[in-house]
């Protein structure tokens, strides 16, 4: 694992063409296009009736891994989502924009501490309720959505967030992102594409509801409002790249010097002051300019083999901010045939837990530009290479926590 004091700090963490950029509306996303093309309704999880339908059979055939209680874990296991805030829909359910039950004479009167004490208490709350690593960051407009489904978000002058009959609005004084992750559990991701990485997806998610509605309850009980979310309201990696999280990586999600990219991720937006955490440069692009393992994994070939790039490959990928496309329609379509989500991009990226230097023996596909040559350095410096035989299993970090 990456200590955090061995990193260098960037201002700018991303190559943005500002002719080229616009904020990204939810519509857009492959969830929506998928549904949009199932069944022609316009909403979040229309796609999910194809997958559910694949689960089934696979179910009922007795296929290994897919059995009635592989899917009962995941159904367990995403329980407390689909209660508390069902992935992420804005100012439903318990992801309400007004305090949940905070009495008013605590709503009213804001403690009065300075920043730096305000910042502790919130990550120690946000660690409390169950996240594994918390930033602060401003809250850049241009990663608020665009739109929902239906209605804009709109930042302005406002005394409070809240919904009306034709727009959501973020008051122009909700200016700090609090943006936080949990890990999952890497044994099950690596069964991916199986249930059982699903289910800790799905566990994934329920944590996130957990922890985004709860630290909201604990800022507006010291005063100041909040927005909890999921993956609603506003594009989660770019802040959590802001907030010092991570970097974004090939696979086109966060990854972590903790985790990788086994983590999902949320975020609580207030008017609170918050010191700002800084971004982070570990490598994490040149390291994957060098290592195709996550597209080279894809069923699905959703992930490029490219170079990071200004250009959209389809309507699901913003264009203007340089990165690697992800195919998403692709990806999600696997979800549906597979029965279940997939996690193989997340499962073989070497950041998951350091490399296993018998790959390097027994990849048959070597590339020229070969990885694990090529990152020697990083091998060394973080113990990825402290095998005693050449061949032998090399040291394997594991996260601090499994589950809740
Ligand atoms: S989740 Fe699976 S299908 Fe989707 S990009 Fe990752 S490896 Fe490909
Ligand atoms: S598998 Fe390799 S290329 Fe893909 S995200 Fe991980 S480090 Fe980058």
Same mark, same amino acid.
């Given at each position: 694992?990456?200590?955090?004091? $061995? ?104 403690? @009065? ?10 990550? $120690? ?14 809250? @850049? ?25 034709? $727009? ?16 999952? !559990? ?124 200004? $250009?959209?490959?389809? @309507? !699901? ?20 045939? !597979? ?66």
């Amino acid at each position: 694992m990456i200590p955090r004091h $061995e990193m260098t700090y960037i201002d700018k963490p991303y190559k943005i063409d500002k002719e080229k950029y616009e904020r990204f509306p939810v519509t857009r996303q492959a969830f929506a296009t998928v549904s949009y093309k199932d069944t022609g309704d316009i909403g979040y999880n229309f796609w999910l009736d194809k997958m559910m339908a694949n689960m089934a059979v696979k179910m009922q055939k007795g296929i290994e891994g897919r059995k009635q209680e592989h899917n009962a874990l995941d159904f367990g296991a995403n329980s407390l989502n689909l209660l508390l805030g069902n992935y992420g829909k804005p100012n439903t359910q318990f992801l309400k924009w007004d305090p949940l039950f905070t009495p008013d004479m605590m709503q009213e009167n804001s403690v @009065d501490y300075d920043s730096d004490k305000l910042t502790s208490m919130v990550k $120690e709350a946000a660690v409390f309720y169950g996240a594994d690593l918390v930033g602060v960051t401003d809250l @850049d407009p241009k990663w608020v959505f665009s739109k929902d489904m239906v209605k804009p978000f709109v930042i302005k002058e406002a005394d409070k967030p809240k919904e009306t009959e034709g $727009e959501f609005v973020i008051p122009k004084s909700i200016n700090k992102a609090i943006v936080m992750a949990v890990a999952m !559990n890497v044994d099950m991701t690596k069964t991916s594409p199986s249930v059982k990485a699903s289910a800790t997806t799905s566990l994934g998610y329920s944590r996130m509801g957990i922890t985004a509605v709860a630290l909201a309850e604990y800022i507006r009980g010291l005063g100041y409002q909040a927005i909890p979310t999921m993956n609603d309201t506003a594009l989660s990696i770019p802040l959590a790249v802001d907030a010092g999280l991570g970097q974004l990586g090939r696979l086109g999600i966060l990854i972590t010097p903790e985790y990788g990219p086994n983590v999902r991720l949320l975020k609580v937006l207030t008017d609170m002051p918050l010191e700002n955490d800084r971004p982070i440069d570990f490598g994490v692009v040149e390291f994957c300019k060098n290592c195709y393992l996550c597209a080279e994994s894809c069923p699905s070939k959703a992930i490029s083999f490219d170079e990071p790039t200004y $250009e959209a490959d389809s @309507d !699901n990928n913003n264009p203007g901010v340089e990165k690697w496309p992800i195919k998403s329609e692709k990806c999600l379509e696997f979800w549906q045939e !597979n029965g279940a989500s997939c996690s193989n991009c997340i499962a073989v990226c070497p950041f998951i837990e350091g490399y296993k230097s018998t790959m390097c023996i027994e990849c048959e596909d070597c590339r020229t530009r070969c990885v694990l040559q090529t990152n020697t350095f990083m091998r060394k410096k973080y113990g990825y290479l402290e095998v005693t035989k050449w061949g032998g299993e090399s040291k394997v970090l594991y996260p601090r926590r499994k589950g809740l």
